[in-house]
């Protein structure tokens, strides 16, 4: 029994720095490439695997490189009213300071950041760079609509609530998502203002963090701890995992919710490949595709996939 507790704490500690979990972001990059138009379906579809798999590779590398993590997160509840909150970067360190903001996180500004770069990719034409910062950016896109990636309460660890940042973005998706989660979401759209765009989903994200906790905490008074959880193989183990009984009641408490932030992340991350392909100029793709993945880009992947390994990621991922 001790084993098994250690597996429980190793897996929700693993999930609270994975948002979507691994399952999620593979998922919404992968539906993300079926809503942009045909011009640029010569180059995302053939890529499409690329694209899913490495979907997961910004988590990855959180084990790797210290500077990653603020780029998944905004602790909103930090920053009183939102509005005086700088929307230019180099405007907020002169407000708050760079450590502060390294503290509290800087996603929304990381996604206008990572849409500039893609821009520049299409615009140089270059495959390698495209496809990286394609799936990428699909990552922090997914983070940015993540509720408790919104709050400085990210697992429950303030309302002894731990756990509760992979029930709701990785537990819920793996169980629902293929059989009740309607993920046609029409087509890509130009995004006239990044910035705009990103500042509004994370305050959406804020708004939602206090119902992601409460509705938890009221479910959790109704169900005996043997009923809300279960034990299941999970990569080899045996892990102890919210019951499904207990994430369908879940899932129902947030009227839709978890799907809502799933179907806006496909929509958004279509959206800003889509704006970055069109403020390029809108090139041609048609010929990227019969160019090999450059070797230096697959070490790449291989080596950053080994230090997550080594890291010990490889044995707490729940994709």
Known sequence: MRRLGFVFISFFIAEAVMAWGFYGHRLINRQAVFLLPPEMMFLFKP??????????????????????????YMDMDHYHPWDSIPRSYPDAVKKYGEEVLMKQGIVPWWVQTMVYRLTRAFEKKDKNAILKLAADLGHYVGDLHVPLHASSNHNGQLTNQHG???????????????????????KAVYVKSVSELS?????????????????????????????????EYRNGIVVRQYSTAYSHAYHQMLNGMVERRMRESIIVTASLWYTAWVDAGQPSLKQLNNQPVATETLQEWEELNKSWMNKGGGTNCSG
């Open 164 to 186: 509760i940042h992979g029930f709701w973005e990785s537990r819920i998706p793996e169980l629902f998502a293929e059989s009740q989660f309607d993920l046609i979401v029409g």
């Open 199 to 231: 500042w509004r989903v994370i305050r959406q994200s804020a708004k939602a963090a206090d119902s992601v906790l409460q509705f938890e905490q009221m479910l959790n008074s109704r169900f005996r701890t043997d009923a809300k959880f279960s034990y």
């Open 47 to 72: 890529n499409l695997y690329l694209l899913t798999e490495h979907a997961v590779d910004p988590d990855k590398r959180r084990y790797v490189l210290k500077e990653e993590a603020p780029r998944h």
